[in-house]
């Protein structure tokens, strides 16, 4: 005698209440078709640069490439802005100090020469 096939395993869904429901017994609001259209205004901006580059006929690789060397682009040059902003803050504060210390010196041997003078 032959086993009894066993029926094929029920799918069970938790909806968003938290209950769960044999996914064959779904409200039509629950049910599964198509996924929605999302224009290309509507994505997220990370996502809308995938689908522009995806549209124009460029592989995947390279929307990847662009998802993955975007970021570190953006690291290395706001990495090389700031060294550039204290180098600069440096030259700032180098030049006002010799400039200062330039201007004492000078106040300084006008003194010094009025003195001599008499």
Request: net charge positive; no cysteine.
């Amino acid at each position: 005698m032959e086993p009894t096939p066993l029926p094929p395993p029920a799918d069970i869904v938790q909806l968003r209440d938290g209950t769960h429901i044999y996914a064959d017994q779904l409200p039509t609001a629950f049910q599964q078709g198509q996924p929605p259209v999302v224009h290309i205004h509507g994505a997220p901006p990370d996502r809308t640069t995938q689908r522009i580059a995806l549209g124009t006929g460029i592989g995947a690789g390279t929307v990847a490439a662009g998802i993955y060397f975007g970021p570190l682009l953006v690291a290395a040059l706001t990495s090389m802005a700031i060294s550039l902003v204290v180098v600069a803050l440096l030259v700032v504060v180098v030049v006002w100090g010799l400039s200062s210390a330039s201007k004492t010196i000078r106040d300084n041997n006008r003194d010094t020469r009025r003195y001599r003078r008499r």
